[in-house]
């Protein structure tokens, strides 16, 4: 069984997936990570990623492993754990500008769907039900309003930086969803067949047993 999960940035798509993930025995695989990942290795190795060409020589010499453990998802970059440098806002930003290259896409969407082809995976991302697996048994779109996104997105970075603003944390929020909805190739919408979930009001915990109830055999 495949498990599609799509949504903005704060919709709490990855830690409901990894929820889900966990009560199913199912494998979680974070998207978002691997465009994260090719960002943060063009950072590190000083290439422009606005070019796709560079950007797109490098992802595909680059080796991305995804690890599945008790504590989440981890990420190796050709054998190094980067999972904590990928959630910082400078590489969150890397991400989009990769991300709306077609070259880059079909790389990463290629290894994802290798990664699910034999099931028994939750993915989440913004083209999980549309792209990556169309076909997916089970395909939910989660969103939130703006505001109620980027006071989670507020909470997260103010653990490590106390000096963070809750306003321009909104306004970001708000400037990712017009990257993501707007780029050219796979923007950010929701499968027809998709089931919507507004999160606004909701615990994670709620999400978590509703989409369980409606994965469910009928
Ligand atoms: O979910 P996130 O913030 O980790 O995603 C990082 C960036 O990657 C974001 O701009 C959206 C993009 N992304 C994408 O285009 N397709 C995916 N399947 C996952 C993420």
Redo the contacts with the bound molecule.
């Keep these: 069984m495949i498990i599609a999960i799509d949504g903005p940035?704060g919709s709490g798509k990855?830690s409901v997936a990894k929820m889900i993930a966990h009560r199913l025995g199912f494998q979680h695989i974070?998207?978002?990570?691997m465009?994260?990942a090719v960002a943060w290795k063009g950072q590190q190795t000083g290439i422009d990623l606005s070019d796709p060409d560079a950007v797109a020589r490098m992802a595909e010499a680059t080796d991305i492993e995804l690890i599945p453990g008790g504590g989440g998802q981890r990420i190796l970059v050709d054998g190094q754990d980067v999972t904590a440098q990928l959630k910082t806002e400078a590489v969150?930003r890397g991400?989009?500008t990769v991300?709306s290259q077609a070259r880059v896409r079909e790389i990463l969407v290629a290894k994802q769907r290798d990664i699910g082809k034999n099931g028994g995976v939750v993915m989440d991302?913004?083209?999980?039900g549309t792209v990556?697996f169309p076909g997916a048994d089970k395909k939910f779109f989660l969103d939130a309003d703006p505001r109620e996104r980027g006071r989670r997105r507020f909470e997260e970075l103010k653990v490590s930086n106390p000096e963070v603003d809750l306003e321009s944390i909104i306004d970001q929020v708000r400037e990712?969803d017009f990257?993501?909805k707007n780029r050219a190739v796979?923007p950010?919408k929701q499968a027809a067949d998709a089931i919507r979930l507004d999160t606004t009001h909701l615990a994670i915990e709620d999400v978590v047993e509703k989409i369980l109830r409606l994965c469910e055999p009928s």
């Excluded at 974070?30 to 990570?33: E, L, Q, R």
């Excluded at 991302?125 to 999980?128: A, N, P, V």
């Design positions: 940035a990855s974070d998207t978002g990570a465009y994260r969150g991400a989009a991300a991302g913004r083209d999980i990556v990712r990257e993501d796979s950010l």
